[in-house]
């Protein structure tokens, strides 16, 4: 078959030494089920997978090069537009970096505001990941509205905090940007209320519905030794069984102070990462009604923090917390000036994404779809 | 609304209610034609970046891009005649635009949302990033933003509309793919040593000249 296109073949016949005639298919990187611009490179044998080759690159924004020129503070709405889903966390995340390497500490109110926000994030991010699961096994529409109406609720309390509905920008060095007024908590009180009810709705659609299940479970199948060696973090790791949530281990923030318990997998397939995710989505919803009646008061922010003229000493820091996705961290080299020397990102969803070829063997390209989309990869996050 | 009604019609629009009110439907066939085509706008299934989910969220039910006639979002390039070009779009990824936008029929129109699609936006600084598609594709709709809010993106839909409606099936102002002597086809980049090559479609985009200077009198 000829070549369709200069830069790679969509298909191609290949022969392999040890299976024969084989075919190579190009998928991506404009592809209505990779989650953005992914591509994929699937040799199959009949329907089935033997080789899978991830091209990355189709969405890289320079972002870490971009932080190594500009201010501190300058970086947070690049964070913002690392993983779009997630923007409260990164932020976190990167002002977790920062306050270590400047020696800051945080207000008490804005640990649990930050609790809150990440908590909400991880809903929305779970939420909205369930639904694109389902769209991606087939189910059109129904799911996905779902999800988005949910979304919805949670980004309208985003804007009328932050400003912004998708990118935040809200997290500062030593605290956070505004003070959550009482009736924006009030509101948050009622949606986290609600939340359950709406899991319960979404849980009785798809989570005991045996197309579901016939689709999802054995599928994409990944041990807990191959994920802890590839390095995967998030509800793909806790799907195969390793208890390991940031939240726990390094115990950052106020957590600690929280009553709540890591849901582990068994399997490690695809249905055990959307029931990871479910059940997390229910913890979540505990946590943030413990830090909703926990809230002190006080100020949001390190009164001893700048903003204008902010230059940490020299030094090296590492700032990570458990994102929805996984570890997200962030890794700074300081020499004094005003901008880092080094920025770096440790991205969980490109790290989970290594082991899509080890997941997918054996498979149809169908299932090779909905494995992708259960890793749940953001691909700002991927590319950067 | 005056200034793009087809001037075509011999009368008015006060006339045409009038025969209306009496069951007369009076139309023209350009009108006719853009009519039907602004109501049933398809586009394309395609996302890059932030913006894209911006985009999912305005067909979905709070926003509701249905109402607008534009729902069906098709994966294929062949069934589709909006491209909205959600997101940064670097130069590795810019050439498989071009040529999606090669592959879509005419009429087609591009959308494009976001700052980073207008000038590369907030990552224009980056290596890697192009610095506007219209240097490849010629776009009809700029839609400001880091995203664009969904209504945002609703707006540049009925401002396509509008421009829709307006356009002539004949004559010197015809769309391009009504007329013989232009070519309808973008030549698609490569990526090359340094840069995308070529850099930029000449015939879509010429950079503005820098301002000079006149020296006071």
């Given at each position: 078959?000829?070549?369709?296109?200069?830069?790679?073949?969509?298909?191609?016949?290949?022969?392999?030494?040890?299976?024969?005639?084989?075919?190579?298919?190009?998928?991506?990187?404009?592809?209505?089920?990779?989650?953005?611009?992914?591509?994929?490179?699937?040799?199959?044998?009949?329907?089935?997978?033997?080789?899978?080759?991830?091209?990355?690159?189709?969405?890289?924004?320079?972002?870490?090069?971009?932080?190594?020129?500009?201010?501190?503070?300058?970086?947070?709405?690049?964070?913002?537009?690392?993983?779009?889903?997630?923007?409260?966390?990164?932020?976190?995340?990167?002002?977790?970096?920062?306050e270590?390497?400047?020696?800051l500490?945080?207000?008490?109110?804005?640990?649990?505001?930050?609790?809150?926000?990440?908590?909400?994030?991880?809903?929305?991010?779970?939420?909205?990941?369930?639904?694109?699961?389902?769209?991606?096994?087939?189910?059109?529409?129904?799911?996905?509205?779902?999800?988005?109406?949910?979304?919805?609720?949670?980004?309208?309390?985003?804007?009328s905090?932050?400003?912004?509905?998708?990118?935040?920008?809200?997290?500062r060095?030593?605290?956070?940007?505004?003070?959550p007024?009482?009736?924006?908590?009030?509101?948050?009180?009622?949606?986290?209320?609600?939340?359950?009810?709406?899991?319960?709705e979404?849980?009785?659609?798809?989570?005991?519905?045996?197309?579901?299940?016939?689709?999802?479970?054995g599928?994409?199948?990944?041990?807990?030794?191959?994920?802890?060696?590839?390095?995967?973090?998030?509800?793909?790791?806790?799907?195969?069984?390793?208890?390991?949530?940031?939240?726990?281990?390094?115990?950052?923030?106020?957590y600690?102070?929280?009553?709540?318990?890591?849901?582990?997998?068994?399997?490690?397939?695809?249905?055990?990462?959307?029931?990871?995710?479910?059940?997390?989505?229910?913890?979540s919803?505990?946590?943030?009604?413990?830090?909703?009646?926990?809230?002190?008061?006080?100020?949001?922010?390190?009164?001893?923090?700048?903003?204008?003229?902010?230059?940490?000493?020299?030094?090296?820091?590492?700032?990570?917390?458990?994102?929805?996705?996984?570890?997200?961290?962030?890794?700074?080299?300081?020499?004094?000036?005003?901008?880092?020397?080094?920025?770096?990102?440790?991205?969980?969803?490109?790290?989970?994404?290594?082991?899509?070829?080890?997941?997918?063997?054996?498979?149809?390209?169908?299932?090779?779809?909905?494995?992708?989309?259960?890793?749940?990869?953001?691909?700002?996050?991927?590319?950067? | 609304?005056?200034?793009?009604?087809?001037?075509?019609?011999?009368?008015?629009?006060?006339?045409?209610?009038?025969?209306?009110?009496?069951?007369i439907?009076?139309?023209?066939?350009?009108?006719?034609?853009?009519?039907?085509?602004?109501?049933s706008?398809?586009?394309l299934?395609?996302?890059?970046?932030?913006c894209?989910?911006?985009?999912?969220?305005?067909?979905?039910?709070?926003?509701?891009?249905?109402?607008?006639?534009?729902?069906?979002?098709?994966?294929?390039?062949?069934?589709?005649?909006?491209?909205?070009v959600?997101?940064?779009?670097?130069?590795?990824?810019?050439?498989?635009v071009?040529?999606?936008w090669?592959?879509?029929?005419?009429?087609?129109?591009?959308?494009?949302?976001g700052?980073?699609?207008?000038?590369?936006?907030?990552?224009?600084?980056?290596?890697?990033?192009?610095?506007?598609?219209?240097?490849?594709?010629?776009?009809?709709?700029?839609?400001?933003?880091?995203?664009?809010?969904?209504?945002?993106?609703?707006?540049g839909?009925?401002?396509?509309?509008?421009?829709?409606?307006?356009?002539?099936?004949?004559?010197?102002?015809?769309?391009?793919?009504?007329?013989?002597?232009?070519?309808?086809?973008?030549?698609?980049?490569?990526?090359?040593?340094?840069?995308?090559?070529?850099?930029?479609?000449?015939?879509?985009?010429?950079?503005?000249?820098?301002?000079?200077?006149?020296?006071?009198?």
């Amino acid at each position: 078959m000829q070549d369709l296109s200069p830069g790679g073949a969509h298909v191609r016949a290949v022969h392999d030494e040890f299976h024969g005639d084989l075919l190579e298919v190009s998928m991506g990187p404009h592809h209505p089920s990779t989650h953005g611009v992914f591509r994929m490179v699937v040799t199959l044998d009949g329907e089935r997978i033997v080789k899978l080759k991830p091209v990355f690159g189709y969405l890289h924004r320079n972002h870490e090069k971009l932080g190594e020129g500009t201010s501190y503070l300058g970086s947070m709405p690049y964070t913002d537009r690392l993983d779009y889903l997630c923007s409260m966390t990164n932020n976190w995340a990167y002002a977790v970096a920062v306050e270590k390497l400047a020696g800051l500490t945080v207000p008490e109110r804005a640990e649990y505001v930050r609790v809150i926000l990440a908590e909400l994030t991880r809903l929305l991010n779970h939420t909205c990941l369930a639904g694109f699961l389902m769209q991606d096994c087939g189910c059109s529409g129904t799911p996905l509205m779902y999800a988005f109406r949910e979304r919805e609720k949670i980004l309208d309390l985003f804007e009328s905090l932050s400003g912004s509905r998708m990118m935040c920008n809200y997290q500062r060095f030593g605290g956070c940007r505004v003070d959550p007024p009482a009736d924006w908590l009030a509101r948050a009180q009622t949606l986290v209320d609600g939340y359950t009810a709406f899991l319960d709705e979404f849980e009785a659609l798809l989570t005991g519905n045996e197309i579901v299940m016939a689709r999802t479970q054995g599928v994409g199948c990944m041990s807990a030794a191959l994920a802890v060696s590839a390095g995967v973090t998030g509800p793909a790791l806790r799907a195969t069984g390793v208890a390991h949530d940031l939240r726990k281990v390094d115990g950052y923030g106020v957590y600690p102070r929280f009553n709540f318990r890591v849901p582990l997998g068994a399997h490690g397939d695809v249905y055990d990462r959307y029931m990871i995710r479910v059940l997390e989505m229910r913890e979540s919803v505990g946590i943030l009604q413990q830090a909703l009646a926990g809230l002190p008061g006080g100020p949001i922010m390190n009164p001893a923090a700048k903003l204008r003229g902010f230059r940490p000493k020299a030094g090296e820091a590492y700032g990570r917390i458990e994102g929805p996705k996984g570890e997200i961290g962030f890794y700074l080299i300081s020499d004094g000036s005003p901008n880092p020397w080094r920025y770096r990102v440790r991205p969980p969803s490109f790290i989970n994404l290594t082991i899509l070829e080890d997941m997918c063997l054996g498979h149809t390209v169908a299932d090779a779809v909905i494995i992708l989309g259960s890793v749940d990869i953001v691909l700002g996050e991927v590319d950067r | 609304m005056d200034q793009i009604a087809p001037t075509t019609v011999p009368i008015t629009d006060a006339e045409r209610d009038e025969l209306r009110r009496h069951g007369i439907l009076l139309t023209g066939l350009e009108e006719l034609y853009n009519w039907g085509r602004s109501r049933s706008v398809w586009p394309l299934n395609f996302g890059l970046a932030c913006c894209a989910i911006e985009m999912i969220a305005a067909s979905m039910a709070k926003f509701d891009i249905a109402r607008f006639g534009s729902e069906v979002f098709r994966p294929s390039p062949r069934q589709a005649d909006l491209l909205i070009v959600s997101g940064t779009v670097t130069k590795k990824m810019a050439p498989q635009v071009v040529r999606l936008w090669n592959q879509m029929p005419e009429p087609k129109f591009c959308i494009a949302m976001g700052a980073c699609a207008i000038s590369g936006g907030p990552f224009k600084q980056g290596y890697n990033v192009l610095k506007g598609i219209d240097r490849f594709i010629p776009v009809d709709i700029y839609i400001p933003g880091c995203p664009p809010r969904p209504e945002a993106l609703l707006h540049g839909l009925v401002q396509l509309q509008e421009k829709m409606r307006g356009q002539t099936i004949s004559g010197p102002d015809a769309p391009r793919h009504l007329r013989a002597d232009l070519d309808c086809d973008c030549p698609i980049p490569e990526f090359g040593e340094h840069d995308l090559e070529p850099p930029q479609n000449d015939i879509l985009f010429q950079p503005p000249a820098s301002p000079v200077r006149t020296p006071k009198a």
